[in-house]
C-alpha cells in the first residue's frame, strides 16, 4: 500500500473514541521522529515522551510479566517492528524504518504523512525532544 501525502487512510487515521493505544503510540512515534532533525526517534526518547503525549490507560501503564515489569506500552512501540506485516503498520507501509537497537527512522513518505497525523492529534512540529 503506497499512502500519498496529504490523503487519509482510514486504518490509520486516529479515531474519535480512541484516546490511547496501539495506535496512537504509532503516531507518537512518529510525531518524535518527524521532530528530529535526523528523522530519529530512538526508544530511549520514545519512553521519555510519549507519556507526554497521549493519555496511556491502565492496562498500557501495567507492568510485563514477561518484560521484567517495563510498561506494556514499551512493547507497544516495540511491535510497530514485530508487526510489520501488518496492513496497517507504519513500518510495513514504508513511512518508518527500524533502526536495530536505536529506535525508528521517519522515511520522506512517512514526513508527508506526518503533517496529516501531527494535525490530526493536535500536535505542533516545535519539537518533541528529551
Known amino acids: 500500500m503506497s499512502v500519498v501525502p496529504g ?4 486504518a490509520l487515521a486516529p479515531k474519535a473514541s480512541m484516546t490511547n493505544g496501539e ?7 512518529m510525531f518524535i521522529a518527524a521532530c528530529d ?3 530519529l526517534a530512538p526508544f530511549s526518547r520514545c519512553y521519555a515522551v510519549i507519556p507526554h ?12 510479566t514477561t518484560r521484567n515489569g517495563e510498561p506494556m506500552w514499551f512493547q507497544q512501540v516495540r511491535n510497530l517492528r514485530s508487526h510489520h506485516r501488518a496492513g496497517t503498520n507504519y513500518v510495513g507501509l514504508g513511512l518508518l524504518e527500524h533502526v536495530p537497537r536505536v529506535g525508528y ?23 518533541a525532544g528529551g
Open 23 to 29: 495506535e496512537h503510540v504509532a503516531h507518537a512515534v
Open 105 to 127: 527512522r521517519i522515511t520522506d513518505e512517512g514526513r508527508a504523512y506526518a503533517r496529516d497525523i501531527i494535525a490530526s492529534m493536535g500536535w505542533g512540529l516545535g519539537g
Open 53 to 64: 503525549l497521549i493519555a496511556l490507560n491502565a492496562t498500557q501503564l501495567a507492568g510485563s
Open 37 to 39: 532533525p535526523d528523522g
Open 7 to 10: 490523503e487519509v487512510v482510514p
